[in-house]
């Protein structure tokens, strides 16, 4: 139960984490439009990919914290165009290719362990249970 709780917790905060990162304020007074054409500047150099800040990168790790919301925002850092710095979506593109490698990889050794080294586990498991 309590495994449920904390996977559901987890996606409703990654959620919120992309939804910061996505979602542009709304001004509301000439200061804060004087804040938000600076911010407009910054991001132009952002998508010409200068410069990250380390809010953003904050944001990002905190969300990849979480099992499956982590997939979930690798894929939106890694396949969404309009938004994304290209530096975070070839970071997020790398970082998937590496789960995938690490997935095989697991795949591979369950499979050897279990192919070739069957009869040690089931004599060890027999040798355990006999206990």
């Not at 998937?96 to 997935?103: A, H, K, N, R, T």
């Not at 070739?116 to 027999?126: E, I, Q, R, S």
Request: proline share 3%; charged share 20%; hydrophobic share 55%.
């Amino acid at each position: 139960m309590w495994t449920w709780i904390f996977l559901i917790l987890g996606i409703v905060i990654a959620l919120a984490v992309v939804g910061t990162l996505i979602l542009p304020k709304i001004p509301a007074s000439s200061e804060e439009k004087r804040e938000m054409e600076e911010m407009a500047e910054e991001k132009r150099k952002l998508k010409s990919g200068e410069v990250t800040s380390k809010k953003r990168w904050f944001l990002i790790y905190i969300g990849l914290c979480f099992p499956v919301a982590n997939l979930v925002i690798l894929l939106v850092l890694a396949f969404r165009k309009e938004k994304t710095n290209p530096t975070i979506r070839n970071w997020a593109r790398a970082n998937l290719i590496f789960m995938i490698i690490g997935v095989v990889l697991v795949i591979a050794s369950v499979l050897v362990v279990y192919f070739f080294f069957n009869d040690v586990l089931m004599a060890y498991l027999n040798q355990l249970a006999s206990l």
